[in-house]
């Protein structure tokens, strides 16, 4: 089968904010990973994370379903969810889906950071 | 001699003395019964007895000793303690003599000689009446043991379920205690798989009859499948609840197992977490969740893991990561990730972790609690990814070029295959990058359906793929082998309605392809399924407008 192997590295920028590097492919198959980084991240607090994504590889319809259920999670919580580093292909399926209007898209991490400390 | 008293065993709580007194010796029907006197540790007769091991006549003792004074009452007139190895093993108590004289001192001689012989005979007739109680009591343990086990062993799976594609292996070995460990499959008639882990705190019977109770609470609730793990285990909890004993209760986990996409969902009753091995390693799969019968309403959180093809899972109980070495070090869940991450599968999973049991526990070890191990594992896909065909096109269009031609194997993942091939062959053609992209995410997601929806993930069921172009348009067909299946409706997916959770977070797959190309065309025959993707050749695609 194809090489589906994902890892997912966490960076705190402060006590309140966490970044998650993603590095491979999201599908169906990141959902340990991913909650795992999402656990890894919360604990012992998170207000805000950020999902790195300018290691994507790919990304299918089961990854956008596990992006979803992230932020149903996270909206539980009234946690935030933002995003940098989308490429212009999977920006345009952000679009598509409208899942940039449920997550703040950002183009740099920069940007997105300082976003996240404005919600605060 | 008068009367003679019976002699009551020494090594209890309180020497306990009787005496049997009769006006009428030879008629035995006429006497009373004897009048049982107990005497305490702590009474100052016994001190005495001890110190004087020789006939005694109770008036003329000045002791504080109410065991002294039962005597009295009950008539004993003189008592010769029997001591044996320095501990009093019982008393012979007289009445007065039937002529109402006193004893003489050839009488007290008469009955210290007895005691002394007696006194040894009593003893090991205590010794071995004590004995025979600790027999019956091994002998009651046993086959209470032997019960629980047969229940446990009753109730065990007999045979393990057979899925294509799939290998299922399980152990279970009781301690001699027989822990309450057990273990079901639940095949539904849809081909998904229920799977049951679960122990039982206590042992024995007890264990035995709440892990039974368990199981049929469990196979109950579960419905065919129509309920969903977390479901199940909050039912369970409130019908368990009621009537478990105190202090007892059950971990469990229950996971249904999808063999055609390998979606494993599952919920967790305070149960060990399950391993699963996957390329790069190995991760726990977690969902919290409060044991089964501590309190009712409880609520039950459910998690899904994909196993890809190679894939496995380890479902076990705490008898092996509690183990201890004689060093007394633990197992523990550490050694059991690392095992599951370097474990390569020349050797089962199940042999492999028993021979690292067996080497870290060493020889001669006491099994403290029962071993129960289940592994599920995904078998490696047989054929290659991609195979190339010849031209799968029976139709000859004028204008079209036929490309590629290839089949993949029904398998999650070989979509990645599938689009790396589709975008090589278009190569040639100098696509714009973006509708290269565009083309790449709808043909993955097209596949996927077709092994999923069409071929059912079984891999004799390939998917087919034809890449063709003519001056204008490209096309890319996927045909599966479920054309005489009937297609679902699919819901518009919308990102408020799935957030608000009145729809499923997935679904999203036609919703992209027809998104991202021109024209969709999608046609049955009764035994072939084939969509057929469309995108212009320059400029940008309007599709997406009318979705």
């Given at each position: 089968?194809?090489d589906?192997?994902?890892t ?14 993603i ?13 795992r ?11 805000a ?8 590889e ?8 596990l992006?979803?259920t992230l ?5 539980r919580?009234?946690?935030?969810l933002?995003?940098?580093?989308l ?5 345009h399926?952000f679009?598509?889906?409208?899942l940039?209007?449920a997550?703040g898209?950002y ?11 404005r919600e605060? | 001699m008068?009367?003679l008293?019976e ?7 309180r020497?306990?003395?009787?005496m ?10 006429m ?5 049982p006197?107990?005497?305490?540790p702590?009474?100052?007769?016994v001190?005495?007895?001890l110190?004087t ?6 008036e003329?003792l000045r002791?504080?000793?109410?065991a ?31 002529s ?15 005691a002394?012989q007696?006194?040894?005979?009593v003893?090991?007739a ?5 004995q025979?109680?600790?027999t019956r009591?091994?002998e ?15 109730l ?5 379920p057979?899925?294509?594609g ?5 152990y279970?070995?009781p301690?001699?205690a027989?822990g ?23 042992k024995?019977v007890p264990?035995a009859l709440?892990m039974?109770?368990?199981?049929s ?5 579960a419905q065919e499948?129509?309920?969903t793990?977390?479901?199940v285990?909050?039912r369970a909890?409130d ?11 059950v971990?469990?986990?229950y996971?249904i197992?999808?063999p055609?996409?390998?979606a ?13 091995r996957?390329e790069g390693?190995?991760?726990?799969l ?12 409880m609520?039950y959180e459910e998690?899904?893991?994909i ?6 899972v ?11 070495n004689p060093e007394?070090?633990?197992?523990g869940?550490p ?10 599968d020349t ?5 492999r972790?028993l ?20 592994a599920?594992q995904?078998?490696k896909?047989?054929?290659?990814p ?10 000859a269009?004028d ?10 194997a ?8 599938v689009?790396?091939h ?15 992209e565009q083309?790449?995410t709808?043909v993955a ?6 092994m999923?929806?069409g071929?059912?993930y079984?891999a004799?069921h390939?998917v ?11 096309s ?5 082998t479920g054309?005489d299946q009937?297609?679902p409706e ?5 990102i408020?309605?799935k957030?608000?959770?009145?729809q ?11 998104s ?7 046609s049955?025959d009764?035994?072939?399924h ?9 400029g ?8």
């Amino acid at each position: 089968m194809a090489d589906t192997t994902i890892t997912m590295s966490v960076r705190r920028v402060d006590a309140l904010i966490c970044i998650i590097d993603i590095q491979g492919d999201i599908t169906a198959f990141a959902e340990p990973e991913l909650m795992r980084a999402y656990t890894e991240a919360t604990e012992p607090s998170a207000h805000a994370i950020i999902l790195n994504f300018t290691g994507l590889e790919y990304m299918n319809s089961g990854g956008i379903g596990l992006i979803v259920t992230l932020m149903i999670r996270m909206n539980r919580l009234k946690q935030r969810l933002l995003a940098f580093g989308l490429s212009d292909h999977y920006t345009h399926i952000f679009e598509l889906t409208r899942l940039n209007e449920a997550i703040g898209v950002y183009p740099t991490e920069n940007a997105a950071v300082a976003a996240a400390a404005r919600e605060r | 001699m008068a009367q003679l008293l019976e002699v009551i065993r020494r090594r209890m709580p309180r020497v306990r003395a009787q005496m049997a007194q009769t006006d009428k010796p030879t008629n035995r029907r006429m006497r009373p019964q004897p009048t049982p006197v107990d005497i305490a540790p702590d009474d100052p007769l016994v001190a005495y007895f001890l110190d004087t091991p020789e006939a005694v006549e109770l008036e003329r003792l000045r002791l504080d000793s109410p065991a002294l004074r039962e005597l009295k009452a009950a008539g004993v007139a003189i008592v010769i303690p029997l001591v044996s190895q320095g501990e009093l093993v019982g008393v012979l108590n007289l009445g007065p003599r039937m002529s109402q004289q006193d004893y003489s001192s050839d009488d007290r001689g008469l009955l210290n000689t007895l005691a002394s012989q007696a006194a040894p005979a009593v003893r090991v007739a205590q010794l071995v009446r004590q004995q025979q109680i600790e027999t019956r009591e091994r002998e009651r343990i046993e086959q209470e043991l032997r019960v629980a086990r047969l229940i446990q062993q009753t109730l065990l799976p007999k045979e393990l379920p057979e899925m294509p594609g799939w290998q299922l292996a399980a152990y279970y070995q009781p301690a001699r205690a027989v822990g309450g460990d057990f273990y079901d499959f639940l095949p539904f008639s849809d081909g998904r798989l229920g799977i049951v882990i679960g122990d039982v705190t206590d042992k024995g019977v007890p264990a035995a009859l709440v892990m039974a109770t368990t199981r049929s609470i469990l196979r109950t609730a579960a419905q065919e499948g129509l309920a969903t793990p977390g479901d199940v285990l909050a039912r369970a909890n409130d019908l368990l609840f009621p009537d478990i004993p105190p202090r007892m209760f059950v971990t469990c986990l229950y996971g249904i197992l999808n063999p055609h996409t390998g979606a494993l969902v599952y919920a967790n009753a305070g149960h060990d977490l399950p391993h699963q091995r996957q390329e790069g390693g190995a991760i726990e799969l977690r969902a919290t969740g409060m044991p089964l019968g501590l309190m009712p309403g409880m609520s039950y959180e459910e998690r899904e893991t994909i196993l890809a093809p190679g894939d496995s899972v380890l479902f076990y109980s705490d008898g092996l990561v509690e183990a201890h070495n004689p060093e007394r070090e633990m197992f523990g869940f550490p050694r059991l990730m690392t095992l599951m991450a370097d474990w390569e599968d020349t050797v089962p999973l199940i042999e492999r972790m028993l021979n690292e049991l067996a080497s870290f526990t060493g020889a001669g070890w006491e099994q403290e609690d029962d071993v129960t191990l289940v592994a599920l594992q995904r078998e490696k896909q047989a054929c290659a990814p991609l195979t190339p065909l010849a031209d799968v096109d029976d139709q000859a269009d004028d204008g079209w070029q036929s490309l590629a031609a290839f089949e993949t194997a029904s398998a999650p993942g070989n979509e990645r295959e599938v689009i790396a091939h589709v975008e090589q062959a278009l190569a040639p053609l100098a696509l714009p990058h973006k509708r290269i992209e565009q083309l790449k995410t709808a043909v993955a997601e097209a596949t996927m359906n077709a092994m999923e929806h069409g071929s059912h993930y079984e891999a004799d069921h390939p998917v087919t793929i034809l890449v063709r172009a003519n001056a204008t348009e490209v096309s890319v067909r996927i045909r599966d082998t479920g054309g005489d299946q009937t297609i679902p409706e699919a819901h518009t997916p919308d990102i408020e309605a799935k957030l608000a959770e009145l729809q499923t977070p997935r679904g999203w797959g036609l919703f992209l392809i027809k998104s991202l190309v021109d024209d969709m065309r999608v046609s049955s025959d009764g035994v072939f399924h084939t969509v057929e993707l469309i995108i212009n050749r320059e400029g940008e695609h309007h599709a997406n407008q009318n979705v």
